[in-house]
């Protein structure tokens, strides 16, 4: 026969068991989470980086006004820097615009097998990603997102 008091030590055991599997498993799911927003911040930048770059393929170098608008899809995702940046901290002064007129060693006259190209491309440098939860995941700089395309000439 069995006592009442063994299978109450019984029930204590088994919430003491699941207070030291619980930090564990918090730590877990916390680091998932931060680990799930990094990349979709990354992501978010690497494609508002590639739509600025597409802008600014379809009119030609140098214009002032489409690099601007250019440097306000990358930080906001419209034409007009109207709303808030799509990821937090994210400014227009980190936005880099190379083109053949801006960087002409690197973005005029590309030789190809079928002739030259210019190129175009946009660069969000020195991105700080902030954790939400520092002593899961520490906040971070992203390295330089750019994307390059194939420009009027």
């Known amino acids: 026969m069995s006592t009442p008091g063994r299978w109450r030590r019984a029930r204590g055991v088994a919430a003491v068991e699941f207070a030291l ?3 564990p498993i918090l730590l877990m799911a916390f680091g998932a989470t931060e680990f799930g ?4 911040t990354y992501n978010t930048l690497d494609k508002a980086v590639r739509d ?3 802008h600014l393929s379809q009119n030609g170098p140098g214009q002032s006004t489409i690099q601007a608008e250019a440097q306000c899809l990358a930080v906001y995702g419209n ?6 940046a799509l990821a937090p901290g994210l400014t227009t002064s ?3 615009i190379c083109d053949a007129v801006s960087c002409p060693a690197t973005c005029a006259a590309q030789p190809t097998g079928d002739g030259a190209v210019n190129l175009v491309s946009v660069t969000i440098t020195n991105y700080a990603y902030s954790s939400l939860v520092q002593f899961v995941m520490p906040s971070l700089n992203f390295n330089n997102i750019s994307a390059t395309m194939r420009a009027q000439l």
């Open 21 to 23: 599997l619980l930090t």
């Open 37 to 40: 927003r990094a990349i979709y």
């Open 52 to 54: 600025a770059v597409r």
């Open 79 to 84: 034409l007009g820097c109207t709303g808030t």
């Open 94 to 96: 980190q936005v880099t």
